[in-house]
Nanobody, 121 residues
């Protein structure tokens, strides 16, 4: 499956953004999907994941602020980000894998190109 992330941008602290990840070339509903992010000088980190059955998982740092969802009819993954903080600034990547959802990026087979999110204080 091929993934294309979009929706990033510049937002003030406390603001909101919704990221989208459009998929093509695979049976979207079969995949577990995840969002990861990487800030400059830091390692990639898990943000949130959603299973094929729509069970969701989120990193402690974003729980209560970020919501992951999927629309199988549109072959699209979303990440609604509210209450953004400067420390959320990073390039955000979507990823897909067969089987169970995972918080480990090494388990994902397909990756989107990334979209930049910048939160100003």
């Amino acid at each position: 499956v091929q993934l294309q992330a979009s929706g990033g941008g510049l937002v003030q602290a406390g603001g909101s953004l919704r990221l989208s990840c459009a998929a093509s070339g695979g049976t979207f509903g079969m995949y577990a999907l995840g969002w990861f992010r990487q800030a400059p000088g830091k390692e990639r980190e898990f943000v949130a994941a959603i299973s094929w059955s729509r069970q969701t998982y989120a990193a402690d740092s974003v729980k209560g602020r970020f919501t992951i969802s999927r629309d199988n009819a549109k072959n699209t993954l979303y990440l609604q980000m509210n209450g953004l903080k400067p420390e959320d600034t990073a390039v955000y990547y979507c990823a897909a894998k067969l089987g169970a959802a995972s918080s480990s990026g090494s388990n994902y087979q397909s990756w989107g190109q990334g979209t930049q999110v910048t939160v100003s204080s």
